[in-house]
């Protein structure tokens, strides 16, 4: 079909923004229409056949697309748009024309902003008016025809000799070390600065893989007789390498609770070895999410794991000057149960600062601090889907004041991982074992759930991971364990306690015998008389 040629996109905004509160549109899509947009909102089953309802998901807002052919209109597809634009405020579909995939046909599209109001069109511009293209019209049509073919096959042919340049400059490399001769020099290039600051390590083994991620590989190896994590990037990955490092590098960064940077680096477990490399200390227990699959624990180990989890987000989201260093506040945004090691005391180590971004300051930082002036897209991006705030999920991050929204969306992921740790914990189980550990969430939308699915659950139904009922009666604190992550992943970002306040709630846990001051604005588990009541077991959320 020729609107498969034309690309489904260039008729549609591409940026998405804010879900509506509700929009029902019609939907359709015509047999042989390439690409679909039924991902921007939830189908509804209203019948067996076309056309059907869809209740959009990221604007308020309909459109509907009608090919004219000699007086006769068709309807190509109908549905939802993914943003709120000019032309949504309209009550009616009011059709445009805005391509021609063949001299003899228009295609038309309207925006709306009313339910259902795509199903039908309110006129369609009778041929050779305003907006549709006449005799004259065609014959320009086909002089930019052939101009944008002989534009093509420039390019074509540019492409061609670019990609013959590559393939000769590797035969010369390839033929220079059979002969053992020196490879060519490569020409400067900005971009490969990195490789010139950086030593090669002759002392660095290798030995496994434990990791394969989008951006690097991470091994397991040695560098002079120290177990060694090695975090290998391929030379696609250069940026990612260089913003992990420069956090990594910050001064004051050294924290019981956040993985060792040892040294950067370059090479690779074997030739071509020229990738950039981030050499970090190595936790043998491996991930927090390994560790839970294979050990329950009991009270005391569980709580140590979570109490070290909040300590090390707490120190990342903290601003502070110490003995003449500067360290800025950190957004970890990535915080999953893969990115946290199992130290060997069975505490836990925040790692894979991949993502994180440091945050404006309260205090007048030193000129060599570094800044990350970010738009509102690279603001918002994110790390595992799965432990996405709502408000990461809806786009409704607070952009305004982006510091403290990103600390907020990390508290969230935290609760997310403390659910985990509990969950395989076996004094909160006195009758039985702990199941078998899952993720967050999936006991509800299985390993692999899409961000829509997410969507539904946690931000339109406000769904939570389930909290067994024996957790509400566990004789420390009677709902302090339940209390404490209601107020971590609150769908309010700013009802959301602090990391500083989830460890102290946790400590005051640890210790129930001891009194706890707690921080300003942050206040205790529960008001004085609750220790007085029975225990409620709650029903599960």
Known sequence: ????????????????????????????????????????????????????????????????????????????????????????????????????????????????????????????????????????????????????????????????LLLGSIILVLLQRKASRVRGGPEPEPEPDSGRDWSTELPELPELCFSQVIREGGHAVVWAGQLQGELVAIKAFPLRAVAQFQAERALYELPGLQHDHIVRFITASRGGPGPPSCGPLLVLELHPKGSLCHYLTQHTSDWGSSLRMALSLAQGLAFLHEERWQDGQYKPGIAHRDLSSQNVLIREDGSCAIGDLGLALVLPGLTQPPAWAPTQPQGPAAIMEAGTQRYMAPEL????????????????????????????????????????????????????????????????????????????????????????????????????????????????????????????????????????????????????L
């Open 1 to 160: 079909m020729m609107l498969g040629t034309l690309g489904l996109w260039a008729l549609l905004p591409t940026a998405v923004q804010a879900p509506p509160s509700t929009r029902t549109c019609v939907f359709f899509e015509a047999p042989g229409v390439r690409g679909s947009t039924k991902t921007l909102g939830k189908l509804l089953d209203a019948g067996p056949g076309p056309p059907r309802v869809i209740r959009c998901l990221y604007s308020r807002c309909c459109f509907g697309i009608w090919n004219l052919t000699q007086d006769r209109a068709q309807v190509e597809m109908q549905g939802c748009r993914d943003s709120d634009e000019p032309g949504c405020e309209s009550p009616d579909c009011d059709p445009s024309p805005r391509a021609h995939p063949s001299p003899s046909s228009t295609l038309f599209t309207c925006s709306c902003g009313t339910d259902f109001c795509n199903a039908n069109y309110s006129h369609l511009p009778p041929p050779g008016s305003p907006g549709t293209l006449g005799s004259q019209g065609l014959q320009a049509v086909a002089g930019e025809s052939i101009w944008m073919a002989l534009v093509l096959l420039g390019l074509f042919l540019l492409l061609l």
């Open 393 to 540: 999920l809806d786009k409704t991050l607070d952009l305004q004041d982006w510091g403290m929204a990103l600390r907020r969306a990390d508290v969230y992921s935290l609760a997310l991982l403390l659910w985990e740790i509990l969950s395989r914990c076996l004094d909160l189980r006195p009758d039985s074992r702990p199941p078998p550990f899952q993720l967050a969430y999936e006991a509800e939308l299985g390993s692999t759930p899409t961000t829509c699915e997410l969507w539904t659950l946690a931000v339109e139904e406000r769904r939570r991971p389930y909290i067994p009922s024996t957790w509400h009666c566990f004789a420390t604190d009677p709902g302090g364990l339940r209390e404490l992550l209601e107020d971590c992943w609150d769908a309010d970002p700013e009802a959301r306690l602090t990391a500083e306040c989830v460890q102290q709630r946790l400590a005051a846990l640890a210790q129930p015998q001891e009194a706890h001051s707690f921080p300003e604005g942050c206040p205790p588990p529960c008001p004085e008389d609750c220790l007085s009541t029975p225990p409620h077991c709650h029903s599960p």
